[in-house]
């Protein structure tokens, strides 16, 4: 994302949701407002059309841009540890359907991945076991995770019984996410540089991607720190410096409606169709909640659940999904997990094996 403020045919992110889905499906029109690079049809599905550095035009399945990303990390991987990978267990966002987890499965096991042998895992599933859910301490535990990422928020609820996830409920939003809250961020600035400045950069592509790529690092630095001044002085392509504040509390303010939009999937899926009057008993009903992606350190985030769930612990763990991938790869725990995709209204089965 930070090249793509520089060079922005050149770098891709955000391919995820991509995988599987046909050219003319209504969220590739989505996706086309919000990414730098062009797409292109391929065998009828949605195709990336990438710049290389010296000018030539390629064409990528998503799929063949997660083999290559796939490759790569095997590569890093392997020069740390001084031996070959042969195996990869792979975690995919829970409302996957079964093309876009076989299409995955497929891409790490052939050429492009490198893998000789390769499962997916659902990420919520993945993080429950980062706390050893999946085992025998977890059994019969209702579990909530809510994922709020860059892109995408999703919350799933569901059991463990002898070792096996089913699935209670889930609910996803596909586009909202940190992303949002960064341009947030931006149309601020840009109504403040006109005010103050007496500019408008709204037509100026190079310095919005310059005042976006700065609003990002300025989100995070935001977790931790209640203010933060911005150097927007590159922005406006003036050599001197010039700084303008931005504090948490303005950042809450800017995006409050947001957040919330975001918990409601939290209701819907703890609620689950149930009255009013059943509020308190289904939020005791949940044993425990976990919060994943780099979107919950936003403190308002942590808050407000911990506010909705009337003061309870959370378990906010951003690197859950992998650390628990890592312990369902492990063959000697016999507990192995590979996903079984049933669709319809069951949604996916969890199975361990």
């Known amino acids: 994302m930070n090249h793509a403020a520089v060079s922005p045919g050149t770098a891709v992110s955000g391919f995820k949701r991509l995988l599987g889905i046909r050219m003319y499906n209504e969220m590739v029109k989505r996706e086309a407002e919000l990414v730098p690079y062009q797409f292109t049809e391929q065998l009828g599905r949605c195709g990336i059309q ?6 030539h035009v390629m064409n990528f399945l998503p799929e063949r841009v997660a083999g290559i990303l796939m490759a790569e990390l095997k590569k890093m991987a ?5 031996r ?3 195996s990869a267990l792979v975690t995919v966002p829970g409302h996957f359907n079964g093309a876009q987890r076989s299409s995955v499965r497929r891409e790490a096991a052939r050429l ?3 893998f ?3 499962k997916v895992v659902d990420e919520q599933v993945a993080a429950a076991a980062a706390y050893r859910l999946h085992e025998k301490r977890g059994d019969g535990k209702v579990v909530l995770v809510f994922h709020l990422g860059g892109r995408t928020s999703h919350a799933t609820k569901f ?8 699935l209670l ?3 996803h939003d596909a586009y909202l996410g940190g992303d949002d809250f960064t341009d947030r961020i931006v149309d601020h600035f840009v109504e403040l540089i006109r005010e103050r400045h007496h500019r408008d950069i709204r037509g100026d592509e190079g310095a919005l991607k310059k005042l976006r790529a700065t609003c990002e690092r300025v989100k995070k630095l935001l977790s931790d720190r209640d203010g933060v001044l911005m150097n927007i002085g590159p922005v406006l392509g003036e050599g001197a410096d010039i700084y303008e504040e931005l504090t948490r509390a303005k950042f809450e303010e800017l995006n409050r409606d947001l957040i919330e939009k975001a918990l409601e999937i939290v209701d819907t899926v703890v609620m689950g169709g149930a009255p009013t009057s059943q509020t308190q008993s289904r939020k005791d009903a949940i044993d425990e909640v976990i919060l994943v992606g ?3 350190r936003i403190p308002m985030v942590g808050q407000l659940l911990e506010d909705y769930f009337n003061g309870r612990g959370l378990i906010r763990d951003e690197d859950a999904v992998i650390r628990g991938a890592a312990l369902l790869s492990c063959p000697e725990s016999a507990r192995y997990v590979d996903e079984c995709y049933k669709g319809g209204v069951s949604g996916p089965v969890w199975l361990a094996k």
């Open 50 to 55: 990438m710049e290389t550095e010296d000018g």
């Open 78 to 82: 392997e020069a740390r540890l001084g």
């Open 84 to 86: 070959e990978i042969e």
């Open 112 to 114: 492009h991945g490198g």
């Open 116 to 118: 000789g042998v390769a």
């Open 159 to 166: 059991r463990f019984k002898d070792g096996t996830g089913h």
């Open 169 to 171: 409920e889930e609910r």
């Open 294 to 296: 780099g979107s919950v």
